[in-house]
């Protein structure tokens, strides 16, 4: 599976996290790429509002796990800081991958091989101004 969309609002942000998070499962890993400003956080919030109706607990952006209580749970964790992979057991990235938790995963290229390989992996691009395009697909 492959697709590509322009999201040239956040509006559209929203209605595309909508239709995307009625496939999500617990278990299910979605690797976020893109440039600083792209809107992965953006997309991550619109998608935790899809299936949870809200995000009021979101995370302030310097924190690199937070844990979205709700059905399913969902786990959104940044790997920007990541430089050894020793620090993911700090990140408790095991917990977040249990397989009970959606978890989405921003920077992920930092540690590729922290990851399950059955994934999706969406790649954003534009920041700033410009239109958004996006990118998905799914490893299998
Ligand atoms: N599709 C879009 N069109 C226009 N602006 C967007 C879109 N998606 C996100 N934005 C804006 O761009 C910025 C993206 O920030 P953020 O989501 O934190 O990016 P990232 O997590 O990729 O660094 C926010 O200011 C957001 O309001
Ligand atoms: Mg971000």
Redesign the pocket.
Known sequence: MQLRVT????Q??GKFAAAFARVLHPGDVVA?G????????????AIVRALHGSDQSASP?FTFRHRYDGDPPIEHI?FYRIDDPRELVELGLEEALDGRSIALI?WWRNAPEAIPPRRYEIE?E???????K?FLRASQ
């Open positions: 999201l040239p609002t956040e559209d942000v976020l893109g440039p600083v400003g792209s809107g992965k956080s953006t997309l991550v919030r952006s940044d921003e954003i534009g920041a700033g101004d410009e239109p958004r996006l």
